[in-house]
């Protein structure tokens, strides 16, 4: 993957106060206001008043809101050595993200609120103000797979808990906002950006400048292609987004157009074979031999074809090499005018979303030949192509290096639609109430969301090796039968115990309709500031579901001649087939109610205190369903209460701000109910949370010397599990105590230094609280050099050290065998950038 750049805006508008963007012109610009935000990433924490404008009613001066938030400006993020959405959002405190996935599909979340599964269930991600999807934990879909951050990006605006419970949606936890660049700033710059190491191209460009007095526009994007920092042995990285925008100003407002296209894939790095020694409590993990979990992948250059059924049960054949493939064109509206004393704001995007999840998935690493399942003992293993191919294997370690033979699944999740329509409409206004001022808001929000996908999985045999070079087996049972077809052990899902089924072949044809009307009311008095606000969600989710995994009785396997030889072999028997004749409907609705309030008191002019309560719920969309909660029979929901989970957080914090120095801490605790199916193990849960702590962050300046720092302690517990009794009590899976960065820098006309380092304590790799995952530092350098004018050179350094930091281990206790899984940050990587402005 490559380094992510962006080009750089004018401190006059990076540091605005509130007078000067509200009185420069009408507009007073999103980005303008995210770009304020004086902490997270800054390098010089500014004295003035900063506004803030994400998931509150009206942007506003941060010591006088009632909320924690922060902001990554888009010149810091570039210093970062990130190489990926979810390692950008690993600097803002509070958020925690297990980012070692690839470019998508990483799982975030916030200050201890579960993270049972994938993407991110209670924190939603927008872009310029509107979700990227409805829900952004669909199975296997991620919202972060349809976005990216590149030369458009101005800031990333964050807000966690308070009131982006009520003012975006589905987002108890809290909400990032991505905001694109105007064009207030006249030029652009071209960098082309190259792995130092390894295979990776790109080059980036933005340009904006003014039409007219009143009309501007702003248009950017990248491109790249290469095999990334993991040896997969192909071009895994292919493609690139544009985004525009023009914006037309008027004496009472604005009215700007936007619009998006994005056609890019990526690989998913999913789990790879680790060994594993010692104790539960104190392990020794590290690489087996022939395969670095930093630099290696399950991926390889000789699996590529996905065979199988399609939706319709027709023959269908993909290739894992697409990766993550992301599709998405969109054309958004945002307008913005003062009417009568009110100021009115409509937002509004129609985005096409297709692509699609290609995986090779882990199912158990055995050593040597006498394993369960398809391999039996007595029979012959052989490769079945690569630089091996035909060749009969005697002693498989002498070959591999490490002797293990991995059953794998390969898996083919199609999105054919996740297209989706979002418009907000608000208006507010502030009146003059006694000595103080009354802000007024309402708003309605509309979101439609469809969800039509199509799941494959397959079983295969592949060696364990490193370099892209891992091959196919096949194996004869003693009697010299073929149980494998060129590697293929069945076109359908193998479970424990050799027993081949339907499962997980699945078909979502659903439609989620959203409803809510939103309003707060805040009074602004001398040193206090009061308010409140309020939401109520409503839902219709509509449409049918097909699959084995239905019950009652519907079909699940039969034979078809994949390789058209006359001849149905085993591996062709075992085909897993859609059940088109019984469809199961969905048919139900949900409502829920959210509300938040808070108080703030400015003790001194840079010193403030506040305090917040707020109820938000969460609607669990794809994760109810296959399940008990909705009828097979009519699709209703045999209890209204299992459409949502409810969180409830209370939090208070201090916040100061002075020439070179910013502080801010907040206390929260926060109860949370989630129904979900546990990534890795496909184990649904339905689960009561509670987690408490201290968030931390602070940002320093003297002279050409910054420094910007967070911590978030956190301790997290299962309530209880209706499911299973027996997790009461114990510590959520891979949450840890401590998450912490920190960046220090130096900077001067000619050149900026510095490093940036993140990282957390121990955790359990299971709910069972027995086998530990060690903590870790990375440590991310960067270099950027200004030698002329408009010039710039810049070294990235992505884990330094080259560390083992792990963040998913399957295990729950040391295997007998000595071999696990696990997913790990990558290896060290290093790029160079070369940067024109203009």
Not at 179 to 201: F, N, P, R, W
Not at 322 to 351: C, H, N, P
Not at 547 to 553: E, R
């Amino acid at each position: 993957m490559s380094a992510l750049m962006f080009t750089v805006a004018p401190l006059a508008l990076l540091y605005p106060t509130v007078a000067s963007a509200e009185a420069a012109k009408p507009e007073a610009t999103a980005a303008a206001e995210a770009a304020a935000e004086p902490q997270a990433k800054t390098a010089a924490p500014n004295h003035g008043e900063a506004v803030f404008s994400t998931g509150v009613a009206k942007g506003r001066d941060r010591l006088d809101s009632a909320t924690s938030t922060s902001a990554l400006r888009g010149e810091e993020i570039e210093k970062l050595s990130a190489r990926s959405l979810g390692d950008i959002l690993r600097n803002i405190p509070g958020i925690r993200t297990e980012s070692s996935t690839g470019d998508g599909n990483s799982s975030y979340t916030i200050r201890g609120l579960p993270l049972a599964a994938g993407g991110s269930k209670f924190m939603q991600i927008e872009e310029d103000g509107l979700p990227v999807l409805e829900f952004g934990d669909f199975f296997n879909l991620g919202s972060d797979i349809f976005v990216r951050a590149d030369f458009n990006l101005a800031a990333i605006e964050a807000i966690r808990g308070g009131s982006a419970s009520t003012f975006a949606s589905n987002s108890p936890g809290g909400v990032i906002n991505l905001i694109s660049k105007t064009g207030d700033v006249e030029g652009g710059a071209i960098q082309i950006t190259s792995g130092l190491g390894y295979d990776m191209k790109r080059v980036d460009f933005d340009y904006g400048t003014k039409i007219s007095d009143t009309l501007r526009f702003h248009i950017g994007g990248f491109y790249r292609s290469g095999e990334g920092i993991r040896r997969v042995g192909y071009n895994a990285f292919q493609g690139g987004q544009v985004k525009f925008n023009v914006s037309k100003t008027f004496d009472n407002g604005f009215i700007r157009l936007s619009g998006k296209y994005l056609d890019d894939r990526s690989p998913q790095y999913m789990p790879g074979p680790v060994r594993i020694t010692g104790t539960n409590d104190n392990p020794t993990y590290s690489s087996v031999p022939n395969f670095d979990i930093k630099r290696d992948s399950v991926l390889s250059r000789n699996i590529d074809a996905i065979i199988g059924f399609d939706e319709n049960n027709q023959p269908s054949r993909t290739s894992l090499h697409d990766g993550m493939r992301a599709k998405v064109s969109s054309i958004g509206l945002e307008t913005q005018f003062e009417v009568a004393g009110w100021s009115i704001t409509e937002k509004a995007r129609y985005s096409k979303v297709s692509g699609s999840v290609s995986r090779d998935l882990v199912s158990p690493y055995y050593a040597g030949v006498a394993i369960p399942g398809t391999i039996t003992p007595g029979g012959t293993l052989s490769y079945a192509n690569g630089a091996n191919a035909g060749q009969i294997i005697a002693n498989l370690s002498t070959l591999n290096g490490n002797g293990l033979v991995g059953a794998m699944l390969l898996t083919d999740v199609h999105a054919n639609a996740l297209d989706n329509f979002t418009n907000d409409l608000r208006a507010n206004r502030v009146f003059k109430v006694g000595k103080g001022d009354l802000t007024i808001t309402g708003g309605v929000y509309k979101s439609v969301q469809k969800l039509n996908t199509n799941w494959r999985y397959l079983s295969i045999l592949q060696d364990v090796v490193g370099g892209g070079n891992s091959a196919l087996l096949n194996f004869s049972n003693a009697a010299g039968v073929a149980q494998t077809q060129d590697g293929y052990t069945g076109f359908a899902l193998e479970s424990p115990g050799s027993l081949f089924n339907g499962t997980y072949k699945r078909v979502f044809d659903v439609n989620y309709d959203i409803t809510a009307p939103y309003g707060s009311v805040n009074y602004h008095i001398g040193k206090i500031a009061l308010g409140g606000s309020i939401r109520y969600d409503t839902g219709k989710v509509t449409g049918q579901l097909l699959g084995f995994d239905l019950g009652g009785g519907r079909a699940s396997l039969t034979g078809y001649d994949f390789n058209n030889n006359g001849v149905i072999s085993v591996a062709e028997s075992r085909t897993a087939v859609v059940p088109l004749t019984r469809p199961a409907p969905v048919n139900y609705k949900y409502d829920y109610v959210s509300y938040s309030l808070g108080v703030n008191y400015r003790i001194a002019e840079s010193l403030s205190a506040f305090a917040r309560y707020s109820r938000g719920a969460r609607a669990n969309a794809d994760k109810i369903l296959f399940a008990t909660a909705v009828s097979t029979a009519d699709g209703s929901l045999g209890n209204p209460a299992d459409g949502y989970d409810v969180v409830t957080q209370t939090e208070g914090g201090v916040k100061f701000r002075t020439q070179g120095i910013t502080v801010n801490a907040t206390a929260f605790l926060a109860d949370t109910q989630d129904t979900n199916v546990q990534a890795g193990t496909g184990t649904q849960t339905k689960r009561n949370y509670r987690a408490y702590g201290l968030e931390l962050e602070a940002g320093f300046q003297h002279g050409p010397f910054s420094l910007t720092a967070g911590a978030t302690y956190t301790k997290a517990e299962i309530k209880n599990d209706t499911l299973n009794a027996a997790v009461a009590g114990q510590t959520p899976r891979r949450q840890p105590d401590l998450i912490f960065e920190a960046t220090p820098q130096y900077d001067s006309k000619l050149f900026t230094v510095g490093v940036n380092m993140i990282g957390n304590t121990s955790s359990y790799t299971q709910d069972t609280n027995l086998l530990k995952m060690p903590g870790y530092v990375l440590v991310n350098p960067f270099l950027q050099i200004r030698p002329v004018d408009r010039v710039q050179v810049m070294l990235n350094v992505n884990n330094a050290f080259n560390s083992l930091a792990l963040f998913e281990v399957s295990q729950s206790a040391v295997p007998a065998n000595g071999v696990g899984w696990a997913r790990a940050a990558n290896g060290r990587s290093v790029t160079a950038s070369l940067r024109l402005d203009f």
